[in-house]
């Protein structure tokens, strides 16, 4: 198993920035490939952005793309969503969740472990 704890959430103005981190524990990190969602009241679960477990690849959601980078450290056994430019859509709980093998997923079904969210809030 993997253990995952989120940090970095807070309130921000529009044109802000935040660094999410996701810090994991337990089995060796850099087996699994990781991805950040997100959740705001009233809606579904959202795919945010996936690395593999290398991180030599990435994705993102369109909504984000262009503002918002995912990267991880294997050797600190954490992964990073830095997020620039936030908009008061951005506003949501966002997770971490971490899957076996190399590649990431955009649905959050095929996550087997998560973290307890963190909330990040854009005021307009």
């Known amino acids: 198993q993997v253990q995952l704890v989120e940090s970095g959430g807070g309130l921000v103005q529009a044109g802000g920035s935040l660094r999410l981190s996701c810090a994991a524990s337990g089995r060796t990190f850099s087996s699994y490939a990781m991805g950040w969602f997100r959740q705001a009241p009233g809606k579904e679960r959202e795919f945010v952005a996936g690395?593999?477990?290398?991180?030599?690849?990435?994705s993102y959601a369109d909504s984000v793309k262009g503002r918002f980078t995912i990267s991880r450290d294997n050797a600190e056994n954490t992964m990073y969503l830095q997020m620039n430019s936030l908009k008061p859509e951005d506003t949501a709980v966002y997770y971490c969740a971490a899957r076996p093998g190399t590649y990431y997923s955009g649905s959050a079904r095929d996550y087997n472990y998560w973290g307890q969210g963190t909330q990040v809030t854009v005021s307009s």
């Open positions: 690395i593999t477990r290398s991180g030599g690849s990435t």
